[in-house]
């Protein structure tokens, strides 16, 4: 997603540096990434909503990892046609919100 996002900035908008990669929750951890995989592309970042501790990455890797199977069991069958909405989608959400 990172690499989507960085080729988003430079080939589709032109851009070739950034002043500022910013974002909270989900695209906080992309801002590590792009300073793990792309530190030249910008000047600083900004993750939000970010605890990047030994302490608590445990314990948010678990929760990610629930969160990601639950919805993969939504896919099983389906080919991505859904008559309703799935159960599991609800799970998922509700993980989140926790």
């Known amino acids: ?27 906080e951890m992309h801002t590590w990434l792009w300073a793990k995989r792309i530190p030249i592309s910008m000047d600083a970042l900004m993750p939000l909503a970010s605890l990047p501790t030994a ?19 939504i896919r099983r069958g389906t080919a991505g046609e859904y ?10 959400a509700e993980m989140l919100w926790l």
Do not use: C
Request: no cysteine; hydrophobic share 45%; net charge positive.
């Open 1 to 27: 997603m990172v690499e989507a996002q960085y080729r988003l900035l430079t080939e589709g908008l032109g851009a070739n540096h950034a002043r500022l990669v910013m974002g909270t929750s989900m695209a």
């Open 55 to 73: 302490k608590f990455q445990v314990v948010n890797r678990a929760w990610r990892r629930v969160i990601i199977d639950t919805i993969r069991t």
């Open 83 to 92: 008559k309703s909405q799935p159960s599991s989608l609800r799970t998922a």
